[in-house]
């Protein structure tokens, strides 16, 4: 199946090319931008005449970039399709393993009296998604939930919610106008930038985020942002997901004692996430 179009498509496509032109390696921008239409398509899979397309280049142009790419055991051919390869988990995991921060996370997350037995992740705010850097697996664990490299709309999960909360509020008006229509996945999600926008008011007044069976039914989570180390700093959640049957307010409150002390161990000591 081709990777699906959008009414950008066009203008990404001359953005491509333009990197592409001005690169001091197009090879390796393309090659790039290959992984990157692998990454994007919904099936995982696309043919050549597909990337090809995708990408605005001659077909023998991207056959040898696919060909060194595979070679790398960064794609993988099966048949006439193509799709990311393993050494891209492996490259993944060795970028993980070195930021300080995942290794706190697990560390802390073995530790603590009830966030170790829950299912918690470490997510990072990119534009109006989140991406899952990292996933703590308690007993039992809630597999019904994203997992590490997941991308999910910020509207709908408890860590994307905390992360935009912390954002200026003209920014939520950039991002989510009134009248925006949500991505929606259950009966319960937020469906317009309005709803969206009165939800961070109270996330901003109350400390915390929490999502009641909006991504996945019979699902809960609580989240918090960490403190963000200077300036630039990545823009970083942590949440706790629970199933919703076996969830009470006890819990909650544990769950986001917890989270903010984890928040801090990860983020600037003398960091704190104003509520104001």
Not at 209 to 217: H, K, N
């Amino acid at each position: 199946m081709a990777p699906s179009k959008t009414a950008g498509s066009g203008e990404l496509e001359r953005s491509r090319e333009e990197a592409s032109s001005s690169s001091a390696a197009p090879a390796v921008t393309r090659a790039a931008a290959v992984l990157d239409v692998l990454a994007a398509s919904a099936t995982g899979r696309a043919t050549l005449s597909d990337l090809a397309r995708d990408l605005g280049i001659p077909k023998s142009s991207t056959s040898n970039i696919l060909q060194a790419l595979e070679d790398a055991g960064l794609v993988a051919r099966e048949g006439s399709e193509f799709s990311l390869g393993r050494k891209l988990v492996e490259l993944g995991a060795s970028y993980l393993s070195r930021r300080d921060e995942i290794r706190e996370f697990y560390q802390f997350c073995g530790q603590a009296p009830t966030l170790s037995k829950e299912t918690v992740r470490i997510a990072l705010l990119d534009g109006d998604h989140v991406i899952y850097l990292a996933r703590y697996e308690g007993h039992p664990a809630v597999r019904l939930t994203s997992t590490i490299g997941d991308k999910m709309p910020a509207s709908l999960c408890a860590v994307g919610k905390a992360l935009v909360g912390r954002l200026h509020e003209h920014d939520w008006e950039e991002l989510y106008p009134d009248d925006a229509e949500l991505p929606v996945l259950t009966p319960h999600s937020i469906r317009t930038g309005k709803e969206f926008k009165e939800e961070l008011r109270r996330i901003k007044e109350q400390g915390y985020a929490f999502e009641d069976e909006e991504s996945t039914l019979g699902v809960v989570c609580v989240a918090v942002p960490v403190p963000t180390r200077g300036a630039h700093g990545p823009n970083l959640g942590v949440s706790v997901t629970s199933l919703k049957a076996t969830f009470t307010e006890e819990q909650k409150l544990a769950m986001v004692r917890e989270l903010q002390g984890l928040a801090r161990a990860l983020g600037n000591p003398m960091g704190e996430w104003s509520k104001s």
